[in-house]
C-alpha cells in the first residue's frame, strides 16, 4: 500500500459558446425578464459564462477535461482504475455519467461511478478518490467535475438563471511516496434541502414537479461564509498547518464576494485567491477543478506548493481539501 495520493495532472474543458452578461440580458429582454451587466457584476463578479450546444452532456464536457489531465500527467487513458464524476446534471437517470465517460474514453473493468453533492461534489469526489488509493484499492484515479446546468435554469427566474454556466474540470490523482492529499473535511446538513434544489423528478413516465434549479440566495450566502471558513480551519488543524501555510485558495466559484470574504476570514491575501468566476460563472461540481486546472496552465500553481480548496452548495453541502501540488 502507499501512503499518500497526490495530483499528478490537472485539464479542464469549456464550451466554445461564450454568453457575456449582454448577450445574456439581450436574450432575457426577449422574454420580459429584466437585469444588467452592472447589476450582475456588482453583486456577483461575473462577466460571462458558457452553455453547452443542447446535444452536448456533462460526459462529453468530462471527456476532453479528462483527456487534457491525463495528458498533464503523462498517463493513458489504460492506466485509469477508478473514475469518479461529480456531476448534479448527468447525462442519464442512469446509468452513471462515471460509466459512459468510461466508454468513450475506450476502457473496461475499472470502478466508476458518480459523486451527487452538488457544488461540494468535487471536493467529496477527491476525498472519496484519495481513501480509495490509501487503502490500496485503486493507484490512477481520474476525478472529474462537469456540469450542464444550463439546462436546468429557469431563464423567467433572474435571480438564479444569472449565476450559472457550463463546463468540466479533471484531475489525475496516484498514488504517491510523497504527500499530496493533506486532509480534508466534509460535511452535510439535509434540513437545508429547500435553500437549494431542483425538486423535479421522474415517475411513471413524467416528470413530477419543477425539473429546474430554485435558490434561496441570500440564505445560501449567510451559510455559505460560515461554513468554508469552518471547513478549511478543520483542514489546517487535521495537518497540523497554520492559514499562512496556504499558498492558494481555490473555493467554490460561485460569487466573488462570498469568495473573498472567505480568503478575509482565512487571512488569505487576495492575490493568493483563485478566481475563474467572473469569466465561468458557477460550474458547480466543475468550478474548483477547472479554477485548478487554469491555476495550473497560467503559471499560478506550481509543484510542491499547498492548496486549499473549498465546496458548498446544495444538500447543503461544504467541504475543503487541503494538499501539496
Ligand atoms: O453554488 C452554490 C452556492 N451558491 C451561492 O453561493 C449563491 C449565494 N448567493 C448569492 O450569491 C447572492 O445572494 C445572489 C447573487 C444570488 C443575490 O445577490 P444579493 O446581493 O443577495 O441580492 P438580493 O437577492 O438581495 O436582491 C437584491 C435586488 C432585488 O431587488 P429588490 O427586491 O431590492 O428591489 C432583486 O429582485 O436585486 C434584484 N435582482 C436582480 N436585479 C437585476 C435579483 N437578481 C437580479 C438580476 N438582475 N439578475
Not at 469518479?84 to 448527468?90: E, F, G, K, N
Not at 461564509?225 to 481555490?250: F, M, N, P, Y
Request: aromatic share 4%.
Amino acid at each position: 500500500m502507499t501512503p499518500f495520493s497526490r495530483i499528478t495532472g490537472t485539464g479542464s474543458f469549456l464550451p466554445p459558446r461564450r454568453v457575456t452578461n449582454n448577450d445574456l440580458a439581450r436574450e432575457l429582454a426577449a422574454r420580459g425578464v429584466e437585469t444588467s451587466d452592472q447589476w450582475i457584476i456588482e453583486r456577483t463578479g461575473i462577466r460571462a459564462r458558457h452553455f453547452a450546444e443542447p446535444d452536448v452532456t456533462s460526459s462529453d464536457l468530462g471527456l476532453e477535461a479528462a483527456r487534457h489531465a491525463l495528458e498533464a500527467a503523462g498517463r493513458s487513458a489504460a492506466d485509469v482504475d477508478l473514475i469518479i464524476v461529480a456531476t448534479s446534471t448527468p447525462d442519464m437517470v442512469f446509468p452513471s455519467s462515471a460509466a459512459i465517460l468510461q466508454n468513450k474514453l475506450g476502457i473496461s473493468g475499472c470502478p466508476a461511478f458518480d459523486v451527487q453533492a452538488v457544488c461540494s461534489g468535487f471536493v467529496y469526489a477527491l476525498t472519496v478518490a484519495d481513501a480509495m488509493i490509501k487503502t490500496g484499492s485503486a493507484k490512477c484515479a481520474l476525478v472529474v467535475g462537469a456540469e450542464v446546468f444550463s439546462r436546468i435554469l429557469d431563464f423567467n427566474d433572474r435571480t438564479t438563471c444569472v449565476l450559472f454556466g457550463d463546463g468540466a474540470g479533471a484531475v489525475v490523482l496516484e498514488a504517491s511516496a510523497e504527500p499530496g492529499i493533506l486532509s480534508s473535511d466534509l460535511h452535510a446538513d439535509g434540513k437545508h434541502v429547500g435553500i437549494l434544489c431542483v425538486p423535479g423528478h421522474v415517475s411513471g413516465g413524467q416528470v413530477l414537479g419543477t425539473p429546474l434549479l430554485h435558490m434561496d440566495g441570500q440564505a445560501v450566502f449567510k451559510l455559505a461564509v460560515r461554513v468554508l471558513e469552518e471547513a478549511a480551519r478543520a483542514c489546517l488543524q487535521k495537518a497540523g498547518k497554520v492559514d499562512t501555510d496556504i499558498d492558494w485558495l481555490i473555493p467554490h466559484q460561485a460569487n466573488i464576494r462570498i469568495m473573498q470574504g472567505t480568503a478575509k476570514k482565512l487571512k488569505v491575501p487576495l492575490e493568493k485567491l483563485v478566481v475563474t468566476v467572473n469569466e465561468h460563472g458557477n460550474t458547480s461540481a466543475a468550478s474548483i477543478p477547472l479554477a485548478l486546472d487554469e491555476a495550473v496552465r497560467g503559471g499560478k500553481v506550481k509543484k510542491g506548493d499547498t492548496l486549499m480548496l473549498e465546496g458548498v452548495g446544495g444538500g447543503f453541502t461544504w467541504g475543503a481539501v487541503l494538499l501539496n501540488m
